[in-house]
Every structure is written in C-alpha cells, then in structure tokens.
C-alpha cells in the first residue's frame, strides 16, 4: 500500500525557441526506480522520471515514494533490481500519474506540448435511416 508520494526534484529545459517549433514532435516517457531503502515497516522508492519532447526540451522529475510492505522489497530489489511484480505495477501506475500530471503543467510554463495525446473532436455525420 502506497503510504506517501513526494516529488524532490523538478529540471525542465526548452531548447528552441517557441516559434520555431515542429508541427510533430516525439514525446518520449521514461520511469527509472532508482533506489529502495527500508525504513521502519515501509520500503522507501526513489524513482526519476522524465519526458523528452524530440529537440524541443525536457522535463526531469526526482521524487520517491514509501510504500508499505514486507521485507521482499527490499530483498528482491539488493537481488536482481527489480520490485516483486504486483508491487511494481501499482508504485509505477502511481508515480507515472503523478509525474504526467506535473510535467503538463511544466510543459504549459515552458510552452512545449503537453506529454499526453489531447483528445480530438469530431463531428458527427447525420446518419439518415428508415424510421
């Protein structure tokens, strides 16, 4: 169970400036676990996150998060680096949320698009049929 969410570091960079931007640009996301430390009866997770806008800028975010659990954590991480599987899923789902959220309002700051596909609207087509 996740007890807390904290996020200690935030790097953003625009490398170009705003009107000369792309009409496409790659956004790539990456999620590193940095680090699990134990303390008391939780596992403390120290995770970077980043998003790459292609040559436009980036957006770094270093936090952690404690999670409450069993020794396994700690253990499986010493191990082979890697959290145990149901616990990974639901620390990266948590820190990934947290993280697109910030980085769309650092990316508004810094005038570079946001790091999620905006929705797109279509009209509808008047469907004509026998009643």
Do not use: C, H
């Amino acid at each position: 169970m996740i007890k807390d969410l904290e996020i200690t570091t935030i790097e953003g960079r625009r490398f170009a400036p705003v009107d000369n931007r792309p009409q496409e640009v790659r956004i790539d996301q990456n999620l590193t676990i940095v680090d699990v430390r134990r303390e008391n009866d939780s596992s403390r997770i120290i995770y970077k996150f980043t998003s790459s806008f292609s040559t436009l800028g980036t957006i770094s975010l270093e936090g952690s998060l404690l999670y409450q659990g069993g020794e396994e954590i700690e253990v499986k991480w010493k191990k082979d680096k890697s959290l145990p599987e149901t616990v990974a899923n639901e620390v990266q789902t948590a820190i990934f949320s947290s993280s697109v959220i910030e980085s769309i309002l650092i990316a508004r700051d810094l005038r570079l698009p946001p790091p999620i596909p905006m929705p797109t609207l279509q009209k509808k087509k008047d469907i004509i049929g026998f009643g």
